[in-house]
T-cell receptor
Framework: NAGVMQNPRHLVRRRGQEARLRCSPMKGHSHVYWYRQLPEEGLKFMVYLQKENIIDESGMPKERFSAEFPKEGPSILRIQQVVRGDSAAYFC????????????FGPGTRLLVL | DAKTTQPTSMDCAEGRAANLPCNHSTISGNEYVYWYRQIHSQGPQYIIHGLKNNETNEMASLIITEDRKSSTLILPHATLRDTAVYYCIVRVDSGAGSYQLTFGKGTKLSVIP
């Protein structure tokens, strides 16, 4: 059973470009969570999605950030017009229905904005 | 979710038991204690959780005091691969509608050869 997969593992963007981060949950998991970890800091929750629904986006910045989890395919975290402050590790996690406390994390995508 | 307090860092000799404390004096009756760890450059990994009884699995043991105001994660025979940041998280069960995990600064455990 493959774990949570994220790609790319590393992403370099120039200021003003778009970043698209992908996450495939574990088999059988229909709940996806995105977290951001700034350098030397702990993980911060961003958004929680189920298939085709955003359940909780209380941690998402109001502008430039969006997330989706379509019926088919991976979950996507999209950052438009990136700025240097967006440089961070972005982790995706998944859980089976009803077990949000036991989240399985992917290896993360490290975004560097030049 | 209740606030937790953990030491910033700890050392442990390889092969010895690592005992990581966590204070959660404001924990409420329906809140569980969860432990995750993050090995350098990897995503966090679930270790164990409990409500009031002590718990054990293949990775670790969790000892929760009778008043539930503190707990200890025990790695019985620490190896170099256990070097990581360990996070103690207190939260209600997801059935109560809470989904996010709140990570503090954790304890950086260094296992020394």
């Amino acid at each position: 059973n493959a774990g949570v997969m994220q790609n790319p593992r590393h992403l370099v963007r120039r200021r003003g470009q778009e970043a698209r981060l992908r996450c495939s949950p574990m088999k059988g998991h229909s709940h996806v969570y995105w977290y951001r970890q700034l350098p030397e800091e702990g993980l911060k929750f961003m958004v929680y999605l189920q298939k085709e629904n955003i359940i909780d986006e209380s941690g998402m910045p109001k502008e430039r950030f969006s997330a989706e989890f379509p019926k088919e395919g991976p979950s996507i975290l999209r950052i438009q017009q990136v700025v240097r402050g967006d440089s961070a590790a972005y982790f995706c996690a998944s859980s089976p229905p009803g077990r949000a406390e036991t989240q399985y994390f992917g290896p993360g995508t490290r975004l560097l904005v030049l | 979710d209740a606030k937790t307090t953990q030491p910033t860092s700890m050392d442990c000799a390889e092969g010895r038991a690592a005992n990581l404390p966590c204070n959660h004096s404001t924990i409420s009756g329906n809140e569980y204690v969860y432990w995750y760890r993050q090995i350098h450059s990897q995503g966090p990994q679930y270790i164990i959780h409990g409500l009031k009884n002590n718990e054990t699995n293949e990775m670790a043991s969790l000892i929760i005091t009778e008043d539930r105001k503190s707990s200890t994660l025990i790695l019985p025979h620490a190896t170099l691969r256990d070097t990581a940041v360990y996070y103690c998280i207190v939260r209600v069960d997801s059935g109560a509608g809470s989904y996010q995990l709140t990570f503090g600064k954790g304890t950086k455990l260094s296992v020394i050869p």
